[in-house]
Structures are given as C-alpha cells and as structure tokens.
C-alpha cells in the first residue's frame, strides 16, 4: 500500500509536471497561430519553416555563436585553472573548491548586475579609466556583444571547472610521468595527453555553459540592452510579446534537439574514455 | 613557473568575487549615484531599501514561495528516491529518464512548457503555478542528494528491520528516515535557494498578482542601476553564504556518520 502510493504520487507529478508540458510543446509547434485563443488545431510546418527566414536565422546563428565564444572562453580561463587545482595539497583544494561552489548559491541575476555596475557609462570601470587619464570620454562598454560574452563567461564559469575538474582530479599522474619519461616536452604531454584524458570533463562542461548560454535571456537583456538577441530572447518574446506560441514552441524545440544532440556527443566521449579504461 | 602559476590561480578567484565585493563595497557608498566613485560611508541605501514597500513585499512573497516550495520539493524528492532506491517497479527507467530532462533543459524550455500546460488546462497563473514550478526544477537535485546518500548506506539493515516484523511503512519511518535527515536537510536548502534566485521558470508562470524578489529586482535592474538593489544584493549574498556553509556542514556530518555505520 505504502510502496504503491509514493510510486503513484511520484510518478503521477513527473508525468504531470514534465512529460506532459514537454509533449504539449511539441504539439502546439505543429499548429497554426490564432489570435483569439492563441492556438487553433490545424497542423502546419509553417514554424519550422519560419525559422529559416533570414531573420529568425540570422539570430539562431548570431546566438549559436556568442555562446560557442562564451564556451572556448570559459574553456580558456578554466582549463589551466582547473589543471592547478586538481593538484592542490588536500586542504587547500577544498578550501577553493568552496570558493567555486559558492557562486552557484548566489543568485546568477546579481551577479550579473554586479558587472552592469562596473561597465556601465557612468559606471566603475570609465571612472577609474578617467581618473587614471588613460581616457579621456566614458567608452560604451555596456549593451555591446562584448558585454553580454563577458556577463556569460562571469555567470557560466564554475560550470565549466567543476567537470573540468572532476575529470582531471582522477587523471592519473603516471600517464603525465610517463609521458615525460618517454621524451615530451610540456606542450606535447598537454596536448597529447592532458587534453584527451580530460576530454569528458571538457564535454561536459561545454554542454552546462553552451545550453544555458543560448537560454539566459535576462542577461543579454541587461547588458547588452535590445541589441543582442539570443535564442532564448526569442522565445520569451515569442511567448510573451508577440504571443506566436506556435513560433516559439517551434524555437524551443530547436533548442532541445540541440540539448539532445550535445548530450548525445557528451555520452559518446564518456563511452570511449570508458572503452580505453581512462575512467 | 610556480610564481606563474599561483598568481594565475589567484586571478580567476579575484575575477569571481571582485564584482561581488565591488556591490556590497558600494552598497555603502554615500553617493546618489550608486556607480559613481567612493564618497563615504553611509547606510542610506539600506535605509530606502527599507523602506520600499514593493520590494519588501515582494521579498516575504519570494519567502513564503520558497519555503512552500523546498518543503514539498523535498517531500516528493525524498519519497522518489527512496522508491527508485528500493523498488522495481515498471516506470522506473521513465523516473530517472523524466528526472535527467528536468535537470539538463535549459529553464527557458521549463517555464515555457509549463506556461502551455497551465493554461492548456486552466490553472490561473500565481502562487500555485510558481509553486507546482518550482518545486518540479527542484525535484531532480533533491533526488539526486538522497539518493547518494541512500547508495552509501546498508541495504542490510533495512532487511533486517523487516526480518524484525517492520511493514514498509514502518521500516521507512523507523529505519531509512532517520538516516536519510542529513540529506532531506541539505536538499531542503538546496530547493530553497534555487526557488529564492530563480528567474526564467518564474517569469513564464506568474502574473502581477504574486510578486516576487527576482522578478522584481529583473525589473529593476532593467532599467538601470539602483541603489538599493546593490544593497538587497549585498544581504541576499550573505544569506547565500550562510546556506552554503549550512549545506557543507550537513554534508560533512553525513560522511562521518556513515563511517560509524560501517
């Protein structure tokens, strides 16, 4: 009796709550747009089509993009990071490994006003520029694609060391001594040895920073003002503005094949690692 | 290479919380102008930030939310875990299948989906939308922290207690609760934080009629700088802060007691 109710209760709320709003979406991006109750059951490509205007396509790649830079950007600053880290004396690695989980219990939407503070006109940044006679005019360094990238980076950035570094914390330091045994110089043992044993990490945090990238729509809209429109600037706008539910449902489900396709790469190079006996 | 090395380190960590300090530095600025350069010490944005009726309200809105939200987040989750943990049950691959979707979608797909459902099936958007909402982006992570903490207890003790005559029921109130409080605790507050910072499902699923802290700071700080944001930002920082360690300490206790249980 017990047994059946919580399997009941739970698996009732998971299909309620999640299969069936996923499934809906899915449907209404089939359907025609209506003015009166929104949507009207008559099954259409026409979304999917609309999606290939120039427009619409132009954002798709101008988003794929920024995020992808956001991506190799984090991917940058947290690699050599990550690499220090994971060869930490115990006590001092927690200690930063705190210092890195904090930010995710901080709220994303401060942070990323905190850096609006210190690149806006009037904002830290100019004014220390000023002071300092580097400057002599304010530079527009907010509502630039420089700005959102930058805001990205700050927000996404423990996503991309964590996994980075849970793959480099089991690297074992055998395979880098060997390496340089048998003649490597430092750029080869990390190229050919560092790189691919932490090519899981490397996927999954590419997965965590590019898909919220593309989502995140309240950071372009604070820091790159109505300039830089991402994916999911669109869809909110489809949803709330434009109330286009079909378009936007569309556009999000554009969204969750690129989800399903990075997760697909990501399952695939945790499965070779595994192959080789690296993990 | 070591001077190199560990001045690099360093640099990443001050590109993480220099924005940080900068806010809550500056929350103190007596300046009008909240970006503008130090000019002395005052409380005064404190001060207009308590007195804003708005965003005080929207606060204990968020508050109330928040609580409602992780407590039946981490009922529901709890009793999850414990039966993916326990039982075969046809569905069972579904569950986790449900639970994965949940954690790796994007929150824009999320909220958009549940808007859909909401109004394909006529739930009036507000406390309960927000609620059904968070609770369901919560659910995976309380999950995931039981059910780690499930895996590295033993399944013996659980057979005993029914070889000893316990039901189900009993075996779960006696036996797997007790032990599971450490992580029913950090899943608690794990829920908690996310529904008190969570913007994108939040912003799909509620009208103007239940205000809360995130959507009105977004609204805000659409439009500019304001002060008394950099001081809201300033306390719900520390706040986090004291759940972090709060979620680390309960974490910890949890390795020891499972070492005594071994």
Redesign the interface.
Known sequence: MFKRLIIGVSLFWLTLFIFFPNLLVLIVSFLSRDNESLVTAHPTFENYLNILDPIYLKVLISSCSLAFITTLLTLIIAFPFALILSRLPIKLRNLSLLLIIIPFWTSALVRTYCIKIILTTNGLLNQLLMKLSIISEPLDLLYTNGAVVMGLVYTLLPFMILPLYAAMEKLDIRFIEAARDLGAGYFNTLLRVIIPLSAPGIIAGALLVFLPALGLFYIPDILGGSKTLMLGNLIKNQFLDARNWPFGSALSVVLTIIMGLLLALNYKTVRTAAKKGII | MKAV?FT??WL??L???M??L??II?SFNSAS?????WEGFSLKWYIALFSNHQLLDAALNSLILAVSAASLATA?GA??A??LY??K?P?KG??FA??Y??M??????MG??????F??IKIPLGFITLL?TH??FS?PFVVVTVLARLSGFDKHIVEASKDLGA???AA?RYVIFPLLIPAVAAGWLLSF?LS??D??GS??VTDSTYQIL?LR??AM??L??KPE??AL?AI??VI??V??VI??LLLRKKESTALKNR
């Open positions: 090395k690099y380190f990443v960590f590109f993480l919380y924005p940080i900068l806010l500056f102008y909240s970006a503008s350069l529901l009793l999850t414990i039966s326990r039982f049950f569905g579904y569950s449900m639970l979707i949940v790796m979608s994007p929150d824009i797909i958009i989906s549940l808007l859909v459902l109004i394909t059904i609770v369901t659910l039901d189900e029921a779960f934080t008190m910072d913007v994108i912003f799909f995130p700071i977004y700080v659409r500019g700088v944001i950099n930002s719900l920082f986090s802060l759940l972090v979620f680390q």
